[in-house]
């Protein structure tokens, strides 16, 4: 009888083992293999506020995507913006420019038409007739994002309070209102409110007013109605205004180029952008 006991005992010792090294190896494929994959095009040039955002946002997607099991790439090869490279990842995102080639462009929009995932962030949706980024890409502007050419903006970037639309599935858990991080805040050539593709998510709240310190006069929005975040309905796409962080102008000579705000230190801003980053890549 004992060695009936002692072998009964180790075949059960053996069978448990085997159990976990199952459940070991189930778990470490279902982290080993991404939910979706995403890519992220950026420039990091010139503006120091929107170099300082995508030195933030790259490891910040990064610490995401080892949360929530996605795969998480960024390039500053713009040439990457390829039918055959972009057919790899469920979602694109844009950080701080747009593509200037016709070929990029085109893979772009056929990306998008063909049912691609997309966040852009700032200056991202910029144009101005003249400047370096002339609103020369009427498809991107006008039809896709809506909002046209860039009119203006506030000075110093401001704290807002936003109102947000919580009929949509990235803010459904969100309260419906909520304070976001310091921010430059643009102004657009359309009224959004007009476009019936249009989804307005997050408007700036009359309480923020007024909104900007100057200097000048007209740097300073002491009422009226500004978008800042929203979706064209016809695609799977979201665009937001944030992605200018506040920087140590006073001492922009010494080169020392100190961030004083971070755009994911608002919990309920990174809350509304990896909402939007799930929602685009699994649907949720």
């Keep these: 009888m004992l060695i009936r ?52 946002a790259n490891p910040w997607f990064a610490k995401m995507a080892a949360q929530y099991h996605f795969q998480y790439d960024s390039t500053k090869n713009w040439d990457n913006l390829n039918p055959q ?46 400047s370096e980024f002339n609103q020369d890409w009427d498809w991107y502007h006008n039809t896709f994002l809506g909002a046209g050419q860039y009119v203006s903006n506030i000075w110093r970037p401001s704290i807002a309070i936003l109102d947000v639309d919580t009929n949509f599935p990235a803010t459904k858990e969100l309260p419906a209102k909520i304070k976001s991080s310091p921010n430059e805040w643009y102004r657009w050539e359309k009224d959004l ?38 979706t064209n309905k016809k695609y799977r796409m979201v665009y937001f205004n944030m992605g200018h962080n506040d920087m140590d ?27 939007t980053l799930l929602w685009l890549g699994m649907g949720k």
Excluded at 195 to 224: M, R
Excluded at 255 to 273: G, I, Q, W
């Design 5 to 56: 006991f002692k072998f009964h005992k180790t075949a059960l010792q053996l069978f448990a083992f085997f159990i976990l090294f199952l459940f070991a190896q189930m778990s470490f494929a279902q982290t080993d293999t991404p939910k979706f994959k995403v890519i992220a095009f950026y420039t990091a040039r010139d503006d120091k506020a929107h170099v300082s955002f995508v030195h933030e």
């Design 85 to 130: 490279f972009l057919s790899q990842y469920k979602v694109l995102i844009f950080l701080d420019t747009r593509p200037e080639k016709p070929a990029q462009r085109e893979a772009f929009r056929h990306y998008m038409e063909n049912g691609g995932g997309w966040m852009g962030f700032h200056f991202a949706a910029f144009a101005l007739t003249p």
């Design 193 to 230: 409110r007009k476009n019936p593709d249009i989804q307005i998510l997050c408007s700036i709240d009359s309480a923020s007013f007024p909104l900007g310190t100057g200097p000048k006069l007209n740097e300073i929005w002491h009422s009226g109605y500004y978008p800042v975040v929203w």
């Design 249 to 275: 102008y006073e001492h922009k000579y010494d080169n020392t180029d100190r961030t004083l705000s971070y755009t994911f230190s608002s919990p309920d801003e990174a809350k509304l952008v990896l909402n």
